[in-house]
């Protein structure tokens, strides 16, 4: 018992002491200085890091809801466009039909033609404001194109830069674009107009 006493103390006294640890020391102002821009720092990261994600995300979004549009918008303008000039196309068959028959009564093919004149310009018409609608959508987009900001500007952005809009670009996107919704919507109101012109001007061969 004696022997282990004695061992015991010699090898407490062989350790070097331990250094004493240093969690509650005063920290100087320098290091709270350089503590607090590096998390100032961090903080700015994080923010702007967020910020391009934001701005991906939302030009992503944007850029899709476009082709959308510009998909449902282009079916609408070949729908009326077809509309109008196959019904331009079946009036022409007819009417040429019609007068090469042998048996024709001229007096009464002449009264059908002149009741189908109404409707043939109406389906002009209507075909003719479908190809002034794609010449507007054409003109609508380039200005879109142009409204939207690059790379430069987007990255001024990011860092506090306002961007600057083309002068009355928005005007003109909203202008154009209700003036192509209105003449579209022109286009298929003549059609329907034509068509009931056509079955009206058939009343002269007895059908009603």
């Known amino acids: 018992m004696i022997g282990l006493s004695v061992s015991d103390d010699k090898a407490k006294s062989t350790n070097p002491p331990r250094p004493k640890a240093k969690f509650f020391d005063a920290v100087d102002g320098g290091e709270l200085l350089k503590i607090r821009e590096q998390s100032r720092l961090h903080i700015n990261e994080r923010y702007l890091l967020a910020l391009e994600k934001y701005a991906d995300q939302i030009a992503a979004e944007r850029i ?12 609408f303008i070949r729908t009326v466009f077809l509309l109008n000039g196959g019904a331009i196309i079946a009036l022409l068959t007819f009417v040429s039909a019609m007068f090469g028959k042998t048996d024709l009564n ?3 093919a002449i009264t059908l033609g002149k009741k189908l004149v109404p409707a043939f310009y109406c389906f002009a018409g209507g075909l003719a404001a479908a190809a002034l609608v794609t010449g507007l959508g054409f003109f609508n987009w380039r200005v879109v194109a142009d409204s939207y900001a690059g790379p430069g500007p987007i990255f001024d952005w990011i860092h506090n830069k306002p961007i600057e809009q083309p002068p009355n670009a928005n005007k003109l996107i909203q202008g154009t674009y209700w003036i192509a919704v209105t003449i579209v919507v022109g286009s298929l109101v003549a059609f329907i107009a034509g068509a009931y012109l056509v079955t009206t001007a058939f009343s002269v061969l007895g059908i009603e």
């Open 106 to 108: 001229v007096l009464l």
């Open 64 to 75: 899709k809801a476009s082709e959308y549009s510009k998909e449902h918008g282009s079916l």
